[in-house]
């Protein structure tokens, strides 16, 4: 018998080309999402739950349809201007792919006649450290969101980051509480049982050793505790429930923006949580926005979903003058960036990007 020498490893671990353990470490790299053929989603229980009461029937009624194209194209514009800005700033920028959200969907346990869109790269990759999760997302409409970014994981494994996937869902019918009161807003009641494990990545909010989360319409129980146990002992989960009436992502209510400041939305957090007792509070006021623009999937507490480059700098809406005199008197610099109506579809800065590598160091700060 002849023994052969151990064959070379072409995808051997190096460094890792993800590393992000705060929200606020200066960023180095980003993923952007993209505004491609977006898609109104088909019409399930859990969207009763989150979607704002003025838009309901418009989504009921035009499920599988395609949103209003000036929207779009003006949204398109917007994200496409993020890019670039941070770009300039000297930040490397990774896109998706554009996919056909119109393409139907079918598994053992639902179909539906599509997808959603590929613009909130927040929502369905949590890069936590080294490590990519992918998480198991409870709208049926994004099941195969993250086929947008593969080539993306793909390409960050290769060069030796860690890529985890979340349970896939079954996304039965029984997940969903049919017996949820839509108009009973306190306590909170989740839309979705503890059947399986989900959660969105925008639940979570990094701050160093500790991690930020909380229970709602998108993620449950079981999701936390199945993310406490892939992170390990190396990382301290706070939940939280809060008095937003709706919840889904927490980065409206509370974001942490430096050692010690933390952007609270005291509307939503009536009771601060107790690990932020030292911390320096800041109060966002009220956004710019005309009660007249539209918002399909979130409030006018979308301003304060902003992306900080640093510690000291920060991307805010461009016609947002109260939340930028704000941030002034904070003494953070603003960039400015219209984002209006990409804030339409349900996100902002924070939602739209995903960091990928930020230069800071595992520390605890709590």
Request: one cysteine or more.
């Amino acid at each position: 018998m002849t023994l052969q020498a151990e064959q070379p490893r072409p995808y051997a671990p190096q460094s890792s080309p993800v590393q992000v353990y705060t929200e606020w470490d200066p960023l180095e790299e980003v993923i952007v999402g993209v505004i491609d053929d977006i898609r109104i989603p088909d019409w399930d229980p859990n969207m009763n739950a989150v979607i704002p009461k003025p838009y309901r029937d418009y989504f009921r009624t035009n499920a599988g349809q395609r949103f209003p194209q000036s929207l779009v194209d003006k949204a398109r514009e917007e994200v496409n201007t993020l890019a670039e800005i941070l770009t300039s700033e000297g930040i490397k920028v990774k896109r998706p792919n554009e996919v056909d959200h119109h393409q139907p969907v079918v598994t053992p346990h639902f179909s539906t006649g599509g997808a959603f869109y590929s613009a909130m790269p927040r929502d369905c990759l949590l890069a936590i450290g080294t490590t990519l999760i992918e998480v198991p997302m409870a709208w049926r409409s994004r099941y195969f969101e993250i086929f947008a970014f593969r080539d993306l994981l793909n390409d960050y494994f290769k060069r030796g980051a860690d890529w985890v996937a979340a349970p896939k869902p079954m996304l039965k019918d029984s997940l969903w509480d049919e017996k949820h009161d839509f108009d009973q807003e306190f306590p909170f009641r989740s839309i979705i049982k503890d059947d399986e494990p989900l959660f969105d990545a925008a639940d979570f909010m990094k701050i160093g050793r500790d991690i930020i989360g909380q229970r709602s319409h998108v993620t449950n129980d079981l999701g936390i505790e199945w993310l406490r146990r892939t992170l390990g002992d190396g990382y301290h989960i706070h939940i939280y429930e809060f008095d937003e009436p709706d919840p889904m992502h927490i980065d409206t209510t509370i974001l942490p923006i430096a050692p010690g400041r933390v952007i609270v939305n005291k509307g939503w957090v009536p009771a601060l949580p107790d690990i932020f007792r030292d911390w320096e509070i800041l109060t966002p006021p009220a956004s710019n926005l005309p009660d007249d623009h539209p918002l399909f999937i979130t409030s006018k507490w979308i301003h304060t979903n902003v992306l900080m480059l640093d510690e000291r700098t920060v991307i805010v809406e461009k016609d947002e003058e109260r939340l930028i005199h704000a941030f002034h008197a904070w003494g953070i610099k603003t960039i400015l960036c219209p984002f209006k109506h990409f804030q339409t579809f349900g996100g902002s800065f924070h939602c739209a990007t995903l960091d990928v590598r930020r230069s800071g160091s595992l520390k605890r700060y709590i």
